[in-house]
Protein backbone atom coordinates (compact mmCIF):
# COMPACT_ATOMS: atom_id res chain seq x y z
CA UNK A 1 0.00 0.00 0.00
CA UNK A 2 1.37 3.86 -0.87
CA UNK A 3 -0.08 5.66 2.53
CA UNK A 4 1.50 8.83 2.60
CA UNK A 5 3.60 8.72 -0.67
CA UNK A 6 1.89 11.63 -2.15
CA UNK A 7 4.37 12.26 -4.97
CA UNK A 8 3.08 11.97 -8.40
CA UNK A 9 5.85 10.04 -10.05
CA UNK A 10 4.86 10.47 -13.73
CA UNK A 11 6.87 7.42 -14.65
CA UNK A 12 9.67 9.16 -13.94
CA UNK A 13 12.67 8.70 -11.79
CA UNK A 14 13.02 11.66 -8.98
CA UNK A 15 16.11 13.22 -11.56
CA UNK A 16 14.25 13.30 -14.59
CA UNK A 17 11.03 14.49 -13.08
CA UNK A 18 12.36 17.38 -11.35
CA UNK A 19 14.06 18.38 -14.51
CA UNK A 20 10.96 18.05 -16.46
CA UNK A 21 8.84 20.27 -13.76
CA UNK A 22 11.09 22.95 -13.37
CA UNK A 23 11.43 22.99 -17.35
CA UNK A 24 7.41 23.00 -17.76
CA UNK A 25 7.04 25.63 -14.91
CA UNK A 26 10.15 27.89 -16.89
CA UNK A 27 7.90 27.18 -20.16
CA UNK A 28 4.57 28.49 -18.49
CA UNK A 29 6.41 31.64 -16.88
CA UNK A 30 8.36 32.30 -21.03
CA UNK A 31 4.56 31.40 -22.78
CA UNK A 32 2.16 31.72 -20.09
CA UNK A 33 0.29 29.00 -21.32
CA UNK A 34 1.32 25.30 -22.47
CA UNK A 35 -0.73 22.50 -23.70
CA UNK A 36 0.17 19.28 -21.71
CA UNK A 37 -1.05 15.93 -20.52
CA UNK A 38 -3.60 16.28 -17.50
CA UNK A 39 -1.25 14.37 -15.29
CA UNK A 40 1.50 16.27 -16.10
CA UNK A 41 -0.24 20.11 -15.22
CA UNK A 42 -1.35 18.67 -12.35
CA UNK A 43 2.05 17.91 -11.14
CA UNK A 44 3.45 21.10 -12.51
CA UNK A 45 0.61 23.52 -10.35
CA UNK A 46 2.05 23.26 -6.69
CA UNK A 47 5.41 24.17 -8.36
CA UNK A 48 4.63 26.68 -10.24
CA UNK A 49 2.55 28.47 -7.64
CA UNK A 50 5.14 27.85 -4.73
CA UNK A 51 7.54 29.63 -7.46
CA UNK A 52 5.33 33.01 -7.15
CA UNK A 53 4.82 32.38 -3.83
CA UNK A 54 8.82 33.15 -3.59
CA UNK A 55 8.32 35.72 -6.29
CA UNK A 56 6.09 37.77 -4.23
CA UNK A 57 8.58 37.93 -1.39
CA UNK A 58 11.25 39.20 -3.46
CA UNK A 59 14.30 38.62 -1.42
CA UNK A 60 17.71 37.60 -2.69
CA UNK A 61 17.33 34.61 -0.64
CA UNK A 62 13.57 33.53 -2.41
CA UNK A 63 15.39 34.45 -5.77
CA UNK A 64 18.19 32.15 -5.32
CA UNK A 65 15.64 29.34 -3.93
CA UNK A 66 13.85 30.08 -7.34
CA UNK A 67 16.62 29.95 -9.66
CA UNK A 68 17.99 26.52 -7.74
CA UNK A 69 14.56 24.89 -8.65
CA UNK A 70 14.12 26.22 -11.89
CA UNK A 71 17.84 26.32 -13.26
CA UNK A 72 17.28 29.27 -15.82
CA UNK A 73 17.68 32.72 -14.94
CA UNK A 74 15.27 34.34 -17.54
CA UNK A 75 12.05 32.22 -16.23
CA UNK A 76 13.70 33.69 -12.62
CA UNK A 77 13.62 37.24 -13.60
CA UNK A 78 10.51 37.43 -15.28
CA UNK A 79 8.71 35.45 -12.47
CA UNK A 80 10.22 38.24 -10.30
CA UNK A 81 9.42 41.47 -12.14
CA UNK A 82 6.30 40.57 -14.39
CA UNK A 83 4.34 37.44 -12.65
CA UNK A 84 4.59 37.52 -9.07
CA UNK A 85 3.61 41.18 -8.99
CA UNK A 86 0.57 40.77 -11.00
CA UNK A 87 -0.56 38.34 -8.15
CA UNK A 88 0.35 40.44 -4.83
CA UNK A 89 -3.63 40.69 -3.97
CA UNK A 90 -4.39 36.72 -4.05
CA UNK A 91 -3.75 34.33 -1.64
CA UNK A 92 -2.95 31.32 -3.95
CA UNK A 93 -4.64 29.83 -6.53
CA UNK A 94 -2.07 31.45 -8.97
CA UNK A 95 -2.86 28.83 -12.21
CA UNK A 96 -5.74 27.68 -13.88
CA UNK A 97 -6.26 23.89 -15.79
CA UNK A 98 -8.78 23.84 -18.56
CA UNK A 99 -9.08 20.42 -19.99
CA UNK A 100 -8.98 19.65 -23.43
CA UNK A 101 -9.88 16.64 -23.92
CA UNK A 102 -8.22 13.32 -25.45
CA UNK A 103 -5.58 13.53 -27.46
CA UNK A 104 -6.03 11.56 -30.64
CA UNK A 105 -2.71 9.23 -30.88
CA UNK A 106 -2.89 7.63 -27.61
CA UNK A 107 -6.00 9.32 -25.90
CA UNK A 108 -3.97 11.21 -22.54
CA UNK A 109 -6.39 13.44 -21.46
CA UNK A 110 -5.14 17.26 -21.66
CA UNK A 111 -5.08 20.49 -20.46
CA UNK A 112 -3.73 23.79 -20.56
CA UNK A 113 -2.19 25.53 -17.68
CA UNK A 114 -2.53 29.35 -18.06
CA UNK A 115 -1.86 32.05 -15.45
CA UNK A 116 -5.39 33.83 -13.77
CA UNK A 117 -4.43 37.22 -14.14
CA UNK A 118 -2.99 36.54 -17.69
CA UNK A 119 -4.09 37.98 -20.51
CA UNK A 120 -6.77 36.50 -22.75
CA UNK A 121 -5.10 37.76 -25.71
CA UNK A 122 -2.08 35.27 -25.57
CA UNK A 123 -4.88 32.42 -27.25
CA UNK A 124 -6.12 34.88 -30.41
CA UNK A 125 -3.17 35.82 -32.15
CA UNK A 126 -2.04 32.65 -33.39
CA UNK A 127 -5.56 31.36 -34.16
CA UNK A 128 -5.47 34.26 -36.52
CA UNK A 129 -2.55 33.65 -38.25
CA UNK A 130 -3.40 29.94 -38.97
CA UNK A 131 -6.39 31.03 -40.74
CA UNK A 132 -4.29 33.50 -42.59
CA UNK A 133 -1.76 30.45 -43.62
CA UNK A 134 -5.00 28.41 -44.90
CA UNK A 135 -6.34 30.92 -46.96
CA UNK A 136 -3.24 31.85 -48.98
CA UNK A 137 -2.64 28.23 -50.42
CA UNK A 138 -5.99 27.79 -51.85
CA UNK A 139 -5.82 31.55 -53.06
CA UNK A 140 -2.46 30.57 -54.97
CA UNK A 141 -3.50 27.58 -56.02
CA UNK A 142 -6.18 29.01 -58.46
CA UNK A 143 -3.88 31.18 -59.81
CA UNK A 144 -1.40 28.78 -60.56
CA UNK A 145 -3.88 26.55 -62.52
CA UNK A 146 -5.14 29.58 -64.38
CA UNK A 147 -1.22 29.99 -65.54
CA UNK A 148 -0.80 26.65 -66.67
CA UNK A 149 -3.90 26.64 -68.51
CA UNK A 150 -2.25 29.68 -70.48
CA UNK A 151 0.96 28.03 -70.80
CA UNK A 152 -0.10 24.62 -72.31
CA UNK A 153 -0.76 25.98 -75.95
CA UNK A 154 2.30 27.52 -76.47
CA UNK A 155 5.04 24.34 -76.00
CA UNK A 156 2.12 22.59 -78.25
CA UNK A 157 3.01 25.01 -81.28
CA UNK A 158 7.02 23.70 -80.49
CA UNK A 159 6.79 20.60 -79.90
CA UNK A 160 10.45 19.52 -81.56
CA UNK A 161 12.70 20.93 -78.89
CA UNK A 162 10.72 19.47 -76.10
CA UNK A 163 11.05 16.31 -77.55
CA UNK A 164 15.25 16.81 -77.58
CA UNK A 165 15.25 18.11 -74.13
CA UNK A 166 13.72 14.95 -72.51
CA UNK A 167 16.20 12.55 -74.67
CA UNK A 168 19.28 14.68 -72.53
CA UNK A 169 17.26 14.89 -69.09
CA UNK A 170 17.44 10.98 -69.27
CA UNK A 171 18.55 9.31 -66.23
CA UNK A 172 20.33 5.90 -65.17
CA UNK A 173 17.14 4.10 -64.62
CA UNK A 174 15.42 5.03 -67.65
CA UNK A 175 18.85 4.92 -70.15
CA UNK A 176 18.85 2.71 -73.38
CA UNK A 177 20.96 -0.16 -72.58
CA UNK A 178 23.23 1.39 -75.33
CA UNK A 179 23.61 4.74 -74.11
CA UNK A 180 26.55 5.91 -72.22
CA UNK A 181 26.37 8.94 -69.30
CA UNK A 182 28.00 12.19 -70.39
Not at 19 to 30: F, G, K, M, S, T
Not at 35 to 52: D, I, Q, S, Y
Not at 123 to 134: D, I, N, Q, W
Request: hydrophobic fraction near 30%.
Amino acid sequence: MRHQKKTVRLGRKAEHRKALLANQVCNLIEHQRIKTTLAKAKAVRPLAEKMVTLGKNGSIHARRTAFSTLRHKDAVKKLFDEIAPRSTERNGGYTRIVRLGQRKSDSASMAFIEWVDAAVVVEEKPAEEKKAKRKEPEAEAKPKQKETKREEPKPKEKEAPPAEETTKKRRWFSRKSGETEK
